[in-house]
C-alpha cells in the first residue's frame, strides 16, 4: 500500500481559499464517502480544521487515485480554478507523507507551535473515517502512531508549555494566584476590545461574579450581557475596587485613574486580601507604585507579552528534541507498516500456491492410481512441469503485459527474489546447453489436459545452479 | 570511634537519610527541568523511607518502650517526627495533590533524619521520664513540632511563589505548585491543627513545672518563655482571617519565626528530659510543734 497526503494550510494558502476548501462533520463523511464509490479500494481520512484541511489516503501500489486524480476533483468540487489549487496544495508520498501527519499531530506544523487542540482534532478526523470503516489495516495503524507520538512529545518536551497570548498568560497568573475562581469577583474598568478579549479568557475560569464598569453606561450593559455579567457605575469605583479580587483595566484615560494613595485604603478595607490587576490599558490606567503593595500583584501589557516571548522562545528551543522523536517515531511506523504488508502479501501468495499445488497434487494422484510403475517418472516430471507453469503463469503474463518501464522493476524484482543475478552470472561464463523446447519433454498421458496456455520456453537462469543461502 | 548504641536504629536512619537525600536530588532536578518529569521515582523513595521509619518505629517499640511510653529519647522523637512528615510527603504525591510541595518538605526531612542518625550514634541518651505528665508533654511537645515544621515549610514555598509571581517571568516552574491562596490556607490549617497540640504541651508543662514548688524567677526561664512566645505566634496564626495585617506574606513569616523558635527550645530543653524532673523539694516548715 502506498500512502498519500494532499493538502493546503496555514502556511501555504489564505484564509480565502482555506475556508473554501473546508469541510464541516457532516461534509467530510460525505467526502469520505463519496471518494471511496469512486476508488473502492482505498483508504481515507480526511482532517479540516480553521488552519488546514488535509486528505490521508492509502492505496495499492501503483493503482489509482494519484494525488493529481484528487486534484482534480477538489477543483470540480470546490469550484476553484486547477492552476490555483495545485498553488496552494502540497503533497507527500510515503514515509514524507508519514512524518508530515506526526508533525502535525505533535503540533509542529500549527500556527501556534506546540498546540494542543490539533491532537485532538486528528483523533477527530480518524474516529469520522473508522466509523465510515474508511481507516483499514494501513491508516489505522498510521493515525494510532500518529496519535501516540503527539501525546509523547506532549510528555517528554517542553513543547505544549506556557500560553502564547496575553490573555492566557493573565489567566495563568490568576490560576497561581487563586486557588478557587467560585468565590472571587472580577471586575472590568473599560469596555473596550481589549477589555472583551481578556475577559473572554477569564471567564473560562467561571468567577462568582464579574464587574463591568465603564463611563457609558450602554456600553458596559452591552459588554455585560455577553458574559452574563453585572454594569456597575465607573464614578463609584472605590466600592468596586474593594470587592474585586481580578481587576482588569483597558480605559482610554490619558494618565492614572487610581493613585497609590487611594489603592491603599483600597487593600485596607479589603482586609489584605491578594488580588491581581491586569492593567493593559496605555498609558497605563494603575499608577506603577501600586505594584510595591503587599498583597497587590499588578501586571502590565510588558510583563504580560515578557511571558509570552519567553514561552515562544522556550518552545522553539524544544523544536529539535520533538523532530528528533518525531524521527525515531515515523521510523517505527513505517517499520511496522512495512512488516504487516509484507506478513499480509506472504500469506497471501502462499495460500494462493498451496490452493493451486493441492489442485495439481489430487490431478496426479488420480492419474498415478491408474498407472503402471513405468509411467510414474513420466507423470511426476509432468506434474513437476504443470505446477511450475502455473505457478508462474500470472507473474509472467502481468511481466508481459506491463508498460516498458514498470516490466524493467519488475524483472528487476524476479531477478533479484529469485536470485537469478548470480545464475546469470554462472550461466554467461559457462553456457549451459540450449534450453529443452517442449518436444524433447515426454509426450505426456493423452488423457492430460493441455498446460494452461504458458510458453515453455524457459529463461537462461532458469535450470541454474540453486541459489545459495 | 565509639560504637552506636542501637545499631539496627542508626543503619535505618542512615538508609532513610540517604534516600531522602537521593530523593531531593530528584525533586530539585524536577523543578529546574523545564519539561515534565515523572514523579514516581520520588513516590517510590518516599514509600521506601515510610517503611523503614515505620519498621524503626515498630522495632523500638517493642525493645524499647517501658514505663517511659512512645518516646524514650530523642531519636524516638525525632523518629516520630520523621514518619509524619513522610506520610505528609506521601499524601501530597498523590496525583491530584500537591507533588510540588516535596521540594520543600524533602530538605526538612532530610535534615530530621540526619539529624536522628548523629544523634542515634553519638549523642544518645534516654530521657528520665517518670509520671504521666512527662510522657504526655514530650508527645504533644513532638506532634506539636510537627505542626509548627509543616506550617514553616509552607510558610517557606509562599515566600518563594510570591517571589516568583512577582518576578513576572514564564510559569514552567509555577505549574507544578499549588497557588499562593491554596498555600496560605494551609499555613492556616497547620496553625490550627497544630495551637490545640501545643496549648495541651505547654499546659503539661506548666504542672510539671509547678510540681517542683518553683519559685518566681523559674516561672521566667528561658524555656517557659520561648514555649510562651511559640503559643503566642500560633495564637496569631490561627486568627488569620480575622486579623489582615497578618495575612499573606506577614503569616508565612510569623511561621517561620515559630520554628525558629522551637528550634531553640527543643535545644534549651532537652538536657532538662535527659536528666529528668528532680524530686519534689519538701515544704519549708514555719516554725515547730
Known amino acids: ?469 | 570511634m565509639t560504637l552506636p548504641k542501637d545499631i539496627p536504629t542508626t543503619l535505618g536512619l542512615a538508609a532513610a537519610s540517604l534516600a531522602a537525600l537521593a530523593a531531593c536530588a530528584l525533586a530539585a532536578r524536577r523543578l529546574l527541568r523545564p519539561a515534565m518529569q515523572s514523579l514516581r521515582a520520588e513516590r517510590l523513595i518516599c514509600i521506601v523511607i515510610m517503611a523503614i521509619l515505620l519498621f524503626l518505629l515498630t522495632y523500638r517499640i517493642v525493645r524499647f518502650t517501658d514505663a517511659k511510653g512512645l518516646v524514650h529519647s530523642h531519636v524516638d522523637g525525632i523518629l516520630l517526627l520523621a514518619t509524619l512528615l513522610t506520610g505528609l510527603l506521601v499524601y501530597f504525591h498523590a496525583p491530584t495533590r500537591m507533588p510540588a510541595v516535596s521540594l520543600f518538605f524533602l530538605p526538612v526531612l532530610a535534615f530530621w533524619l540526619l539529624w536522628g542518625f548523629c544523634a542515634s550514634w553519638w549523642s544518645y541518651e534516654p530521657f528520665n521520664i517518670v509520671g504521666i505528665w512527662e510522657k504526655v508533654h514530650l508527645v504533644t511537645v513532638y506532634l506539636g513540632s510537627m505542626a509548627v515544621a509543616a506550617a514553616a515549610i509552607f510558610g517557606i514555598m509562599y515566600l518563594f511563589l510570591a517571589a516568583r509571581l512577582r518576578k513576572k517571568r514564564n510559569f514552567a516552574t509555577l505549574d507544578r505548585f499549588p497557588s499562593l491562596e491554596a498555600v496560605e490556607r494551609r499555613i492556616l490549617r497547620s496553625a490550627i491543627i497544630g495551637f490545640p497540640i501545643l496549648t495541651i504541651g505547654i499546659i503539661t508543662g506548666l504542672l510539671i513545672q509547678n510540681a517542683q514548688r518553683p519559685n518566681a524567677a523559674d516561672w521566667l526561664s528561658p524555656k517557659i518563655l520561648l514555649a510562651a512566645a511559640i503559643w503566642l505566634v500560633y495564637g496569631l496564626m490561627i486568627h488569620l482571617p480575622f486579623l489582615p495585617i497578618f495575612r499573606g506574606r506577614r503569616a508565612a513569616f510569623l511561621s517561620i519565626l515559630g520554628l525558629v523558635i522551637l528550634l531553640v527550645l527543643h535545644r534549651v530543653s532537652l538536657p532538662a528530659a535527659i536528666q529528668g524532673v528532680p524530686p519534689a523539694q519538701p515544704p519549708v516548715s514555719r516554725g515547730g510543734a
Not at chain 1, 469541510?23 to 482505498?42: K, N, V
Not at chain 1, 464587574?211 to 464614578?235: H, P, T
Open chain 1, 1 to 469: 500500500m502506498e500512502i498519500l497526503c494532499l493538502g493546503l494550510s496555514h502556511q501555504t494558502a489564505p484564509v480565502e481559499l482555506r475556508e473554501r476548501l473546508a469541510l464541516s462533520s457532516a461534509q467530510t463523511l460525505e467526502r469520505i464517502a463519496a471518494l471511496r464509490a469512486l476508488w473502492p479500494g482505498i483508504e481515507l481520512v480526511i482532517l479540516s480544521t480553521c488552519n488546514r484541511t488535509e486528505y490521508y489516503l492509502a492505496r495499492p501500489l501503483d493503482q489509482e487515485p494519484d494525488a493529481q486524480m484528487i486534484l482534480d476533483h477538489l477543483a470540480q468540487w470546490h469550484t476553484i480554478p486547477r492552476p490555483e489549487l495545485s498553488r496552494i496544495l502540497y503533497h507527500h508520498t510515503g514515509q514524507a507523507a508519514v512524518e508530515h501527519l506526526f508533525n502535525v499531530a505533535g503540533g509542529l506544523d500549527s500556527m501556534v507551535l506546540g498546540e494542543y487542540q490539533i491532537l485532538g482534532q486528528v483523533r477527530e478526523a480518524y474516529q469520522a473515517a473508522h466509523s465510515l470503516e474508511a481507516a483499514g489495516r494501513c491508516l489505522h495503524p498510521l493515525f494510532q502512531s500518529a496519535l501516540a507520538a503527539g501525546k509523547k512529545l506532549r510528555t517528554e518536551t517542553a513543547i505544549g508549555e506556557g500560553r502564547l497570548s496575553v490573555g492566557s498568560v493573565a489567566v495563568e497568573f490568576a490560576r497561581h494566584l487563586f486557588d478557587r475562581m467560585e468565590d472571587k469577583t472580577l471586575l472590568c474598568i473599560g469596555a473596550g476590545k481589549m477589555t472583551e478579549l481578556t475577559l473572554r479568557h477569564f471567564a473560562e475560569l467561571k468567577p462568582g461574579k464579574i464587574l463591568i464598569a465603564n463611563r457609558s453606561m450602554d456600553k458596559a450593559r452591552e459588554l455585560a450581557g455577553a458574559f452574563s455579567a453585572q454594569a456597575v457605575d465607573f464614578f463609584a469605583l472605590a466600592d468596586h475596587l474593594v470587592a474585586a479580587d481580578i481587576i482588569i483595566s483597558c480605559t482610554g484615560a490619558s494618565q492614572p485613574i487610581i493613585s497609590r494613595a487611594l489603592f491603599q485604603k483600597v487593600i485596607k478595607r479589603r482586609r489584605s486580601r491578594p488580588v491581581q490587576i491586569i492593567d493593559i490599558a496605555m498609558p497605563r490606567d494603575f499608577e506603577p507604585s501600586i505594584a510595591q503593595l503587599d498583597s497587590v500583584y499588578l501586571y502590565n501589557l510588558d510583563d504580560l507579552q515578557r511571558v509570552v516571548a519567553d514561552n515562544q522562545q522556550q518552545r522553539r528551543s524544544e523544536t529539535e528534541a520533538c523532530r528528533r522523536i518525531i524521527r525515531r517515531e515515523v521510523e517505527d511506523c513505517c517499520r511496522q507498516l512495512r512488516s504487516h504488508e509484507l506478513g499480509a502479501l506472504i500469506r497471501n501468495l502462499r495460500h494462493q500456491l498451496l490452493d493451486l499445488a493441492e489442485a495439481e497434487a489430487q490431478r496426479a494422484a488420480r492419474r498415478l492410481a491408474s498407472a503402471t510403475p513405468e509411467q510414474f517418472q513420466d507423470m511426476l516430471n509432468e506434474h513437476a512441469h504443470r505446477l511450475v507453469n502455473k505457478m508462474l503463469h500470472k507473474p509472467l503474463a502481468g511481466l508481459g503485459q506491463a508498460a516498458t518501464d514498470h516490466s524493467a522493476h519488475l524483472a528487476d524484482a524476479i531477478r533479484y527474489l529469485f536470485d537469478l543475478e548470480q545464475q546469470s552470472a554462472t550461466q554467461a561464463d559457462h553456457p549451459a546447453a540450449p534450453p529443452a523446447s517442449a518436444s524433447d519433454a515426454p509426450r505426456p498421458d493423452s488423457s492430460a489436459p493441455a498446460s494452461e496456455g504458458l510458453k515453455t520456453q524457459s529463461s537462461p537462469g532458469a535450470k541454474g545452479p540453486a541459489k545459495s543461502s
